[in-house]
């Protein structure tokens, strides 16, 4: 077994009740709902230090026993951009396994939160954005028509292949027809067009529209019991909680060996120099 998978080397806690400057958590008392905003600038590129703080934010949601979170993003055009590419380049693979777990884990809270989970997603959410807004129970994506934002899951122009986990988020919410075509091209939706096949729920016409429905859907809820509906949840997620977790160590060894194989390496140097070269 992986010694951090037994050992759990990452301490949540570690002592910090105080948030950093990359993640703003701040929670209404009154309604129970709490609003985690990732100011990771410029576009919330999911490195290392980044997850860590995620996901202490995270588990102090569940301290304060929250009723629903709304994980937003403080970034101007983009809810989040995926793994930190300059972290994945070249990553030694002790690194990059550990980044691997960190990345799942942070999928797996969002995922088995004992709250309630909306994505307020303003902006594009390729890749690894795409993943965690799958997480939630509800997103809603601003819609822009002068210049679209776009979400979806475009690993494959990365030489990336889709783990059965993700594969699984994917088809959960869009069918697994939609998915399989989705995953093969790597498209990346416009809001307009993730709303049609159900990847978004609900299209918000501004940032600030989008916030409030995402509010919106959480107080839908405010009169019903939240243990009932955590249940519920639970219930519903459970088969996947199963299989990703005897997937997991698995799934870190094979996604870190696919990723640093020099063909994939090479792949991803190609496309993230296209990025730079954008400008
Ligand atoms: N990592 C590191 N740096 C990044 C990343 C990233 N993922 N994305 C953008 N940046 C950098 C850019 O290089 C640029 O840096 P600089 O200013 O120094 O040149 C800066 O951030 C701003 O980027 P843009 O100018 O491109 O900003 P735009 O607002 O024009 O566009 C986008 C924002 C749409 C988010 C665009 O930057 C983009 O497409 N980024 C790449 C997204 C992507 O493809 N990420 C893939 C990551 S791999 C991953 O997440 C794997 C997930 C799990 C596997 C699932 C299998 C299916």
Request: with cysteine; hydrophobic share 40%; net charge positive.
């Amino acid at each position: 077994m992986l010694s951090f998978l037994k050992h759990s080397s990452i301490n949540l806690r570690n002592g910090a009740r105080s948030l950093s400057s990359l993640v703003n958590l701040s929670i209404n008392e009154q309604t129970g709902i709490a609003k985690l905003e990732m100011n990771n600038h410029p576009v919330n590129s999911l490195g290392q230090k980044f997850l860590g703080e995620l996901l202490v934010a995270i588990d102090q949601v569940k301290q304060e026993k929250c009723r629903g979170m709304i994980l937003a993003s403080g970034a101007k055009s983009t809810f989040a951009a995926g793994l930190d590419l300059t972290e994945v380049q070249n990553a030694d693979p002790t690194a990059f396994r550990k980044y691997w777990y960190l990345f799942q884990e942070i999928n797996f809270q969002l995922y088995s939160a004992p709250f309630l989970t909306v994505a307020a997603i303003t902006g594009h959410s390729p890749a690894g954005g795409c993943v965690m807004s799958l997480t939630t129970d509800y997103r809603v994506m601003t819609h822009n028509p002068e210049k679209p934002f776009r979400i979806g899951l475009n690993e494959t122009a990365l030489g990336l292949s889709a783990p059965i986990w993700i594969q699984s988020l994917l088809t959960d919410v869009i069918g697994k027809r939609q998915a399989a075509q989705a995953l093969l091209s790597g498209t990346l939706f416009t809001t307009e067009e993730a709303f049609k096949i159900g990847l978004v729920d609900e299209m918000g016409s501004s940032r600030e529209d989008t916030l409030s429905k995402a509010e919106l859907y959480l107080n839908m809820y405010r009169d019903l019991p939240i243990h009932a509906l955590i249940e519920t949840k639970m219930i519903n997620r459970k088969k996947f909680i199963t299989e990703f977790q005897s997937g997991r160590e698995f799934d870190i060894l094979n996604f870190s060996k696919n990723t640093l194989s020099a063909q994939t390496q090479d792949a991803i140097g190609k496309y993230f120099d296209s990025l730079k070269k954008k400008k």
